[in-house]
Structure formats: structure tokens, C-alpha cells
């Protein structure tokens, strides 16, 4: 054996070693993507999670808000009808202003959080200008309440019957499931 033979034995045995650890390295390599790969994945789901567990409280938060708001509505229509029976004027403005932005505002979250039905936030939308339109006629110096209340009236009760299904729907929907 000569010795440029022994230089090629010696050559393959540095190719096979190097196709080795170039085989090893192409695994390692290999093993550490696919870890990556599994890592965004689970980052991925949290990252899901996180948001639905958001938008569920999120929601909690609305209906609750919601389920606080709706007693303040029916107490402002009782005070609108006492303001009248009283021949409050100052009283039945006030319960006005009062409904026109309460009812605004859950108007305002039961359609930004897709639980009003069509009617009902019509219902809300019409309160509201009406009791703008009423406040309006009695500020220009109205006399006779229950006559010039008496379209605001009508439709503040069409939004009251309303408020025990809303706020059923709203206690499941808060997880608040009893009676209170």
C-alpha cells in the first residue's frame, strides 16, 4: 500500500466522520425546530385562550354593568310618573335628561355586545329622543305635564316591559343565575 492509499483511507474516514456529525447536526437541528414549532404552537393556544378568557369577562363586566343600570331605568320612569303627579316640572326635566342618557348608554353596550334584540334597541333609540323632544317642549315653558309627558311616558313603558327578560337573559349570560 503506498502511501497517497493510506492518504485516501484517511480521507474516507474523514468523510464518514463528517457525514456524521453533519448527520447528527441535521437531527439536533431537526429536534430543535420541531421543538420551536410545538413552543409557538402552545403559545398559539394560550394566546387564544387568553383572549376568550378576556372577551368572557369582558362580558361579565358588560352585563353586570347592565344588570346595575337597568333598576336606575325603572326607578327614573317611577320618578318621571311621581314628577308628574306632583306637577313637578323641574323633577319631570330631570327624570327626562336622566332616562335620555341612561337609556343611551345601554343602548349603547347592549348593541356593542350583540345582546339587544332589534325591537328592544329601537325601542331604546326612541325613548331617548323622545324624552330629548319632551324636555325640549317643557323647557320652552309647557303647562299642562301630563299631556306633554305623555308620548315619553308611553315609550319609556314600552322599554320597562322590556327590562325583566333583558335582565334574565343578562344574569345567565353574567353567571349571576339567582334571583336579586
Not at 414549532?37 to 387564544?48: L, M, P, W
Not at 383572549?51 to 343600570?69: C, E, F, G, K
Not at 332589534?118 to 317642549?137: D, F, H, I, P, R
Amino acid at each position: 500500500m503506498q502511501w497517497w492509499d493510506e492518504v485516501a483511507v484517511f480521507g474516507v474516514i474523514v468523510t464518514v466522520i463528517a457525514l456524521l456529525g453533519t448527520a447528527w447536526g441535521v437531527k439536533l437541528a431537526y429536534d430543535q425546530a420541531k421543538a420551536a414549532a410545538e413552543s409557538a404552537k402552545t403559545a398559539v393556544d394560550i394566546g387564544r385562550e387568553t383572549q376568550a378568557a378576556v372577551d368572557r369577562a369582558t362580558r361579565h363586566i358588560a352585563a353586570n354593568q347592565l344588570l346595575l343600570t337597568l333598576p336606575a331605568l325603572l326607578a327614573l320612569a317611577r320618578d318621571l310618573d311621581a314628577a308628574i303627579s306632583d306637577k313637578d316640572l323641574s323633577k319631570a326635566r330631570l327624570a327626562l335628561v336622566s332616562w335620555h342618557t341612561e337609556a343611551s348608554q345601554v343602548r349603547g353596550l347592549l348593541k356593542g355586545m350583540d345582546w339587544g334584540d332589534e325591537q328592544l334597541l329601537k325601542k331604546l333609540a326612541n325613548s331617548t329622543k323622545v324624552a330629548a323632544a319632551t324636555k325640549g317642549a317643557l323647557l320652552s315653558g309647557s303647562i299642562d305635564l301630563v299631556k306633554d309627558t305623555e308620548s315619553a311616558r308611553t315609550a319609556i313603558e314600552g322599554v320597562c316591559e322590556r327590562m325583566g327578560e333583558l335582565a334574565g337573559r343578562l344574569r345567565t349570560e353574567s353567571g349571576d343565575q339567582h334571583d336579586g
